[in-house]
């Protein structure tokens, strides 16, 4: 259970600037990147430091080109650059095989924060922004919970 706390003072504040500014500043994403580096340091090495480097890059490239598919095929932004940069600094922590899991838990809890607004009477449409750094925060928490259960 302590591993998937380690993040929590970098997650927490990320959280709530996100839901306060709707940005997730970059000195918390590098923050979130170079504790799980060492974490990754820590526990394997030097061969776990370039193995955490590399799935960040892979992540970010691909969370990157993701966003631009996205907008190109739509003509919106639905994923910020610091939503893409927190999954990269997230897959530092739990590898590239976390990352569905990070997503899954992420996505079903942004959704049922819509579903919380609509039952609130709130309308939530195709044009309803949703900050999603804290739902990415809950879900590296629970990608860390699960790999650590095995």
Known sequence: MLPALLPLPLTLPASLIDLRSRIIPDALNLALLLLGLSVAAWREGAWGLGSAL?????????????????????GRIGLGLGDVKFIAAAAAWTGL???????????????????????????????????????????LHAALLVGAAG
């Not at 799935?55 to 190109?72: C, D, I, P």
């Not at 838990?105 to 942004?110: E, G, M, R």
């Open 97 to 139: 095989a976390g990352l569905p899991v990070l997503i899954l838990a992420a996505s079903l809890s942004a959704l049922a924060g819509l579903g919380l607004l609509a039952l609130a009477g709130r309308r939530v449409g195709r044009d309803t922004a949703l900050p999603f750094g804290p739902f990415l925060a809950l879900g």
């Open 54 to 74: 590399a799935e960040a890059a892979v992540a970010y490239a691909l969370f990157r080109s993701l966003r631009a598919l996205h907008a190109r095929l739509t």
